[in-house]
């Protein structure tokens, strides 16, 4: 089955569902999109525009989390979650 494509439209659930990646990477911009073991409601933008990023900004993300996904550099290789990079 095809994967969703990742759009600013995205449920939080199926990009977490469907990119595992996507967790640490938005937990390193500020975005926190699993709570008590459960991906949080909503839609990226949604997440996004909690945290004030900017229509762009949202726009980045998005480019970038597909660029990881299609690229395959999605991988954990550190485990840990460079906290100095969380806003």
Known sequence: MAKTEITKDILIETLVEEYPFSVRYLMEKGIRC??????IWG????????????EDKIESI???MKSLAESGDNTEADP???VKKMD
Do not use: Q, R, W, Y
């Open 34 to 39: 699993i709570m008590c073991g459960e991906p």
């Open 62 to 64: 998005v480019a970038e």
């Open 80 to 82: 840990k979650i460079d």
């Open 43 to 54: 839609t990226l933008e949604e997440a996004c525009t909690e945290k004030n990023f900017s």
